[in-house]
Antibody
Framework: EVQLVQSGAEVKKPGESLKISCKGS????????IGWVRQMPGKGLEWMGI????????RYSPSFQGQVTISADKSISTAYLQWSSLKASDTAMYYC?????????????WGQGTLVTVSS | EIVLTQSPATLSLSPGERATLSCRAS??????LAWYQQKPGQAPRLLIY???NRATGIPARFSGSGSGTDFTLTISSLEPEDFAVYYC???????????FGQGTKLEIK
């Protein structure tokens, strides 16, 4: 069974750093792109970026380029999303999701989400 | 940059009725469009990809149609568990970006 299991909720202060994780299982982790999607409270879905764990090829949405870093450790089948200096506006639910296939640009399996709250 | 516009923003229907949700792209996306369902407190779930292909395990009452700029998600007979928010999504080649529509909330009338 394909599963993406994300790390738990975080409460941080503005200016702090954070790294959240997404562990894949039940499939070949290195063969599928993993994307990250933000959902701010009461709002829609925003694509942040995507990584291919096989070679760490990474693409970012222009809206998030320079704001976050996406990485992966294929030895432990885990993808990461990190911030060096959080802002209150980073408060949101963050989802990781597996891309359906090499030529299918859709997300077929999703993590349960990690809620990040940034407040002083 | 391709923009996806969903309509209506909210759709109020009763169980057993037929639901028709629309997604319009600002330029042609061929058939490269997906639909997702999101229930409160849950992650999105892929329903339809490539405009008309049902994802694994999705009931036959869900169907997708369209190509180019106009797409439709149809739920033939609403079940209580279908009341949720629905998003369309596409991926553009340049700039390489995955874009979601703003969502349609399907609520019980």
């Amino acid at each position: 069974e394909v599963q993406l299991v994300q790390s738990g909720a975080e409460v941080k202060k503005p200016g702090e750093s954070l790294k959240i994780s997404c562990k894949g299982s039940g499939y070949s982790f290195t063969s599928y792109w993993i994307g990250w999607v933000r959902q701010m409270p009461g709002k829609g879905l925003e694509w942040m970026g995507i990584i291919y764990p096989g070679d760490s090829d990474t693409r970012y949405s222009p809206s998030f380029q320079g704001q976050v870093t996406i990485s992966a450790d294929k030895s432990i089948s885990t993808a990461y999303l990190q911030w060096s200096s959080l802002k209150a506006s980073d408060t949101a639910m963050y989802y990781c999701a597996r891309r359906l296939g090499a030529t299918k640009y859709y997300f077929d399996y999703w993590g349960q989400g990690t809620l990040v709250t940034v407040s002083s | 940059e391709i923009v996806l516009t969903q309509s209506p923003a909210t759709l109020s229907l009763s169980p057993g009725e037929r639901a028709t949700l629309s997604c319009r792209a600002s330029q042609s996306v061929s058939s490269y469009l997906a639909w997702y369902q999101q229930k409160p407190g849950q992650a999105p779930r892929l329903l339809i990809y490539d405009a008309s292909n049902r994802a694994t395990g999705i009931p036959a009452r869900f169907s997708g149609s369209g190509s180019g700029t106009d797409f439709t998600l149809t739920i033939s007979s609403l079940e209580p568990e279908d009341f949720a928010v629905y998003y369309c999504q596409q991926r553009s080649n340049w700039p390489p970006k995955y874009t979601f529509g703003q969502g349609t909330k399907l609520e019980i009338k």
